[in-house]
């Protein structure tokens, strides 16, 4: 069940920083109509589009393709993403400052795309504590360590602003231990 979970999130960031980069063009070539799925030629070529100017690999596989299509094959899920990526807008420039203090690309805007769906949520409802919260989904231990207070008066996991840089935080520390984007996200 673990790997299950890695490999949809390593899966998730992988399609959703191929969301980044193609989704206008993506979502406007797809008819209003019933559900649309696109096969493993459309998705790689998708996807070589995504990769020109970007230092994050795209892998795209059996297991992408799947999630991609559960995210974008039908109408109801085309709806979701587009609300999803206009709640990203929202927080563009806010969230991109804090990656750039950090010289993190811009495609990692993709990673609460799977994580939340860039709702600023709590999960806590039935899950054990420590719950995740927030748009980056940051467990309390985790924030604290990057600078966040998370108490009973006050919870910085919902301030995009630091939530954002404890996660470019974060995230850093994660990429110069690995040197690795994959690797990254897996941890």
């Known amino acids: 069940m673990k790997n299950l979970k890695v490999l949809w999130r390593l899966s998730g960031v992988t399609i959703c920083v191929c969301f980044l980069a193609f989704a206008p063009s993506a979502f406007s070539a797809m008819a209003p109509g019933e559900d649309q799925r696109v096969d493993l030629t459309e998705a790689r070529?998708?996807?070589?589009?995504?990769?020109?100017?970007?230092?994050?690999?795209?892998?795209?596989?059996?297991?992408?393709?799947?999630?991609l299509n559960y995210l974008i094959g039908t109408r109801e899920k085309r709806a979701q993403m587009r609300d999803t990526l206009e709640r990203m807008e929202?927080?563009?420039?806010?969230?991109s400052d804090q990656l750039d203090k950090f010289g993190l690309p811009e495609e990692l805007l993709a990673i609460p795309i799977p994580e939340t769906f860039y709702q600023n949520i709590s999960r806590s409802k039935g899950r054990p504590s420590p719950s995740p919260a927030g748009l980056w989904q940051l467990i309390p231990s985790?924030?604290?360590?990057?600078?966040?207070?998370?108490?009973?008066?006050?919870?910085?996991?919902?301030?995009?602003?630091?939530?954002?840089?404890?996660?470019?935080?974060?995230?850093?520390?994660?990429?110069e231990r690995f040197n690795d984007w994959p690797l990254s996200f897996l941890a």
């Open 45 to 67: 070529e998708l996807a070589a589009k995504a990769q020109v100017g970007s230092e994050v690999p795209i892998q795209i596989n059996a297991s992408v393709l799947r999630q």
């Open 90 to 95: 929202i927080h563009r420039d806010v969230i």
């Open 142 to 175: 985790t924030a604290r360590s990057f600078g966040l207070k998370v108490n009973r008066r006050r919870d910085d996991r919902f301030s995009i602003e630091l939530s954002s840089l404890a996660a470019s935080r974060y995230l850093h520390s994660i990429y």
